[in-house]
């Protein structure tokens, strides 16, 4: 009775794997922006780092003009 008990479990732990081999999928991505962007989009930032990323782009602030922009306007 034990074995049988056993293989009942290895078979659920078989179909279990297979049941999530079968969600997962495969996607192709043709740039490797385009691969970026979905792992950003799928992936959460924690909110920690995300206020020190926001603090840091404010310190940076926006870029200069360049000096041939200020001559053409």
Do not use: Y
């Not at 840091?56 to 001559?71: N, Q, V």
């Amino acid at each position: 009775m034990k074995h049988e008990h056993k293989f009942l479990s290895n078979q659920q732990q078989e179909q279990a794997a297979e049941a999530q081999t079968a969600k997962t999928t495969a996607k192709e991505f043709a740039s490797v922006e385009e691969l970026l962007r979905h792992d950003a989009a799928q992936t959460t930032v924690p909110p920690e780092i995300a206020q020190r990323l926001r603090h840091s782009a404010l310190e940076i602030g926006a870029p200069k003009r360049p000096w041939w922009r200020k001559l053409l306007d």
